[in-house]
């Protein structure tokens, strides 16, 4: 009987941690848009890692598409060398960061200047305000990436949430962004768009102010020893790549999270297991139809 309670108990908390989980999640897609399909990312399940090639052809997507209107505040150059990340080399971060121009001063003048970025800039916004942004966006804010691929996801519903918590799926995030990237279509018939209005099937409610803005052969990839670039170069890889990095943008830690994750569930089956013998040990010592010998 009292296994059955302490059962019945757990079953009962892992329910509610369940139910808990899906109605704290972070902000996710409303009704009205298509589910994204599921994408197979090297850094999903307990044992997955960033690929490193990808989060540096991540970056440059990022880099020559999505920086013109999106900021990502919480990033600054030299994380682009950490472990667990891209891993540049510490002379490609400090190229990498040349590249932009950033404001400093002022100078002996009181004058404001402009100089080439250093790793130990931030990111640089693409506008010095959000009224800026929205004037040159038609109004719409173009949001910070730096935690955009925790910040967003769609619901499951049953059963599929509860099947998350053996599978241990965790990428509705990049799997939502990816899908919205390469979501455009031509809207429905009877359905009119206003000017600066753009149909996303996987959108809440279809429409987003943000263009389609990856196309095939856009970005030029690093080539290999055969002069070719070792993955395609088509609107479909840039949203992994980018999202890819997106989601280390957000999670930098998340191999060593797993790591110490694996470690730990290892020490609790030992520990389990050391308790489980010790007990045996000294109720073996009492008699078998002892007064207070369990039953």
Not at 28 to 42: F, I, L, M
Not at 225 to 233: L, N, T
Request: hydrophobic share 40%; charged share 20%; aromatic share 12%.
């Amino acid at each position: 009987m009292t296994l059955f309670r302490t059962s019945l108990a757990a079953f009962a908390a892992i329910m509610i941690g369940a139910f808990s989980a899906a109605s704290l999640s972070p902000a996710h897609a409303a009704g009205g848009g298509t589910k994204p399909p599921a994408h197979d990312w090297s850094f999903d399940g307990p044992f997955g890692t960033f690929d490193r090639a990808q989060l540096q052809r991540g970056y440059k997507v990022y880099r020559e598409v999505c920086s013109a209107c999106h900021g990502m505040s919480l990033m600054r150059f030299r994380n682009l060398s950490q472990k667990g990340g891209p891993e540049f080399t510490e002379a490609q971060v400090r190229a990498l960061a040349a590249d932009f121009k950033i404001s400093d001063g002022p100078n002996e003048q009181g004058e404001m200047f402009e100089r080439p970025g250093r790793p130990s800039d931030g990111f640089p916004k693409p506008f010095p305000n959000e009224q800026a942004a929205r004037a040159a966006n038609g109004g719409a804010y173009p949001l910070d990436l730096s935690v955009i691929a925790k910040a967003r996801n769609y619901e499951r519903g049953f059963p599929l949430f509860l099947l998350d918590i053996i599978t241990q799926y965790q990428e509705g995030g990049p799997d939502y962004v990816k899908a919205l990237l390469t979501g455009y279509e031509d809207p429905p018939k009877g359905v009119e768009l206003l000017p600066g209005q753009n149909w996303n099937k996987y959108m809440a409610g279809n429409i987003i102010g943000m263009p389609n803005m990856l196309n095939d052969g856009q970005v030029e990839y690093p080539k290999g020893p055969d002069g070719k670039s070792p993955v395609p170069e088509t609107a479909k890889q840039y949203a992994a790549d980018v999202v890819a990095f997106l989601m280390w943008s957000a999670e930098p830690h998340m191999e060593q999270r797993k790591s110490i994750g694996r470690q730990v569930f290892i020490f609790l089956l030992l520990f389990a297991g050391l308790l489980y013998f010790t007990k045996k040990r000294i109720w073996s010592r009492l008699p078998e139809h002892a007064p207070g010998a369990a039953h």
